[in-house]
């Protein structure tokens, strides 16, 4: 187990979205409220040591949002080149922290609860769980906490894949059905 004091959140908002369409997924309401910060409030209730998101800008409207919620902003200017971008520039800013561990979350899983990622937390051990992930039919997947011993190989990631090969020998924390559903599309806003 590890208390969230010793851990930094890095919240991936830096997806093309291209499935979505013209306007901005992460920006496009749920319930009432912007999937991003519908998706970053799981994190706020954990109350990690940090939180970081990596987003297109800095100072764009995802970006000015996020920073309200406490989120430090690292921008990714090369959203085209996949997904490993994003995740190497926020394991690179918690990897300049003292922090034990990283939660990575995803901004378009806007269902994911806080009580799901106090459960990762509690089954991640820095010897014998040092990649704890959420499954869904046993696939592993975000959110997902790594050790501070796998940073290194996380910042080598390439493409759209991300930490996926660490995933593969990850302890699993199955999440309740539709919990890590995320927006792709348009009518992806109205399933739950």
């Not at 706020?44 to 949002?65: F, K, S, W, Y």
């Amino acid at each position: 187990m590890i208390d969230p004091g010793a851990v930094a959140a890095i919240f991936l908002a830096a997806g093309r979205s291209s499935r979505f369409g013209a306007a901005d997924k992460l920006l496009a309401p749920i319930d009432g409220m912007p999937v991003a910060l519908r998706a970053a409030a799981a994190i706020v209730e954990l109350a990690p040591a940090r939180r970081i998101a990596v987003c297109p800008d800095r100072d764009g409207d995802l970006a000015t949002l996020l920073a309200s919620q406490g989120f430090e902003i690292v921008a990714n200017p090369d959203t085209d080149l996949g997904l490993s971008a994003s995740l190497r520039l926020g394991i690179g800013a918690a990897a300049s922290g003292p922090e034990r561990a990283a939660l990575l979350c995803l901004a378009d899983m806007p269902f994911v609860r806080a009580a799901h990622l106090r459960t990762l937390l509690a089954r991640f051990d820095p010897e014998t769980a040092p990649v704890v992930a959420s499954s869904r039919d046993g696939v592993p997947m975000p959110p997902a906490l790594f050790a501070r011993a796998v940073f290194d190989e996380l910042s080598t990631a390439t493409g759209d894949r991300g930490g996926r090969a660490l995933l593969a020998s990850a302890a699993l924390v199955p999440a309740a059905a539709g919990d890590l559903a995320d927006i792709d599309r348009p009518s992806d806003l109205s399933v739950r």
